[in-house]
DNA sequence: GTCTATACATGGATAGAC
DNA sequence: GTCTATCCATGTATAGAC
């Protein structure tokens, strides 16, 4: 792994876009030093010369990309205060993203991490940027839900994480469907949403039913 | 693309199961016609004259594998009359087809699809195989439920096979995780299945509810 | 320290042997 | 009709030029 002189770091930062650029357009199976390389415009081995291997940069390509593109919607994450908003914020993450794949690609990196090992712990860590941030957004909102207590906003944000990348891929193969996926997962939300509206009396009886019928 | 002699069969055969194991085990990254032909112990070669080509190979595994794996458990979801069943059911098949890897094995071909042109109908329709059984029960168990009315079983069904794609692939970097994540997911269910115990009073002022904010 | 030329491995595809 | 030997493209990695 080289020093960081400016030149240095300038061809780092071009193989590292290209990498992005390759995983997201090409994916997973057509990343390689050549193709990441042909798309950054520089020499295929200064892959090999700068970050050891082909795994290691996509390995940094995941963490770069990964807190650059959760960066961008933080403030925004950080301003929600209810459920509905957060879908909202959720969907419009989802348009924002879908064109520049930022998304798929974690989606690429969990295909590709199956066997790349030193993959799977980078792209875990890409997945916890978002993963923490979904989880601060939820203990806010879930805080007076019976949904707080029961499900916990630890898993239900990588369960939220987790989905939004299957449905990213999905979406590769059926966009429609994908479209009606994510429309259902709002309405689900809306539903949640009601819940908070209910009376006391009949807030107490859901719970009083989780309650009896929950395993744990 | 040769006639269905019974050699030609066999070995065909042979290469589909040499393909659902080079894909669940190496991912679609490693996966080619050398590595599935020495899964499936014949020579690489035949991929091409048996297929055309490693492309129409893995679409034709995807059909094959998803059919084999929606079979096995058809009846079982057709048995189902519950939300709280569904989890159930639903649990049961993560953990049963974990080990064998036939769930993330589609996420591995939806990585694949992004490129790969065949591919892309193929994993489409190996994912609507699950999609239609799980829209099926979906239709029967949220019927009363305000989610029935409002979000639709087809949205929804689509959201659960592509999430449960997502967590399994998120399961192969971070196990806990995704356990974590079903745990939520089993959770948030039996919240919506606590809607369907509440009195008429409370089930109207929810739907009241939705009817206000909902968008569509 | 940075990068290019080059060696060696693996993958895709076909012409022709059986 | 079925399969093998072989060719060329692509991928990984390094020795050595600048």
Known sequence: MSPETAKSLETKTKLLDGALRTLTEQGIAKTSARTVAAAAGVNQALVFYHFGSVDEL?????????????????????????????????????????????????????????????????????????????????????????LGEFAGPAGLARAVAASFVGIELYEGVDATGATAALDALEQLGFVIGALEQLGPVAQRAVRHHLRRTSRR
Chains 1, 2 share one sequence.
């Open 58 to 146: 996509l390995a940094a390509a995941c963490r770069y990309g990964a807190e650059r593109t959760v960066a961008r919607y933080r403030p925004r994450l950080a301003a929600v205060t209810s459920l509905s908003e957060l879908l909202t914020v959720g969907r419009e993450i989802h348009e924002q993203e879908r064109a520049g794949g930022h998304v798929a690609l974690l989606g690429q990196l969990l295909a590709g991490a199956q066997t790349h090992e030193t993959l799977g712990p980078a792209t875990a860590a890409g997945l916890d940027l978002w993963i923490v941030e979904i989880e601060k957004v939820l203990t806010r909102v879930l805080a007076a839900t019976p």
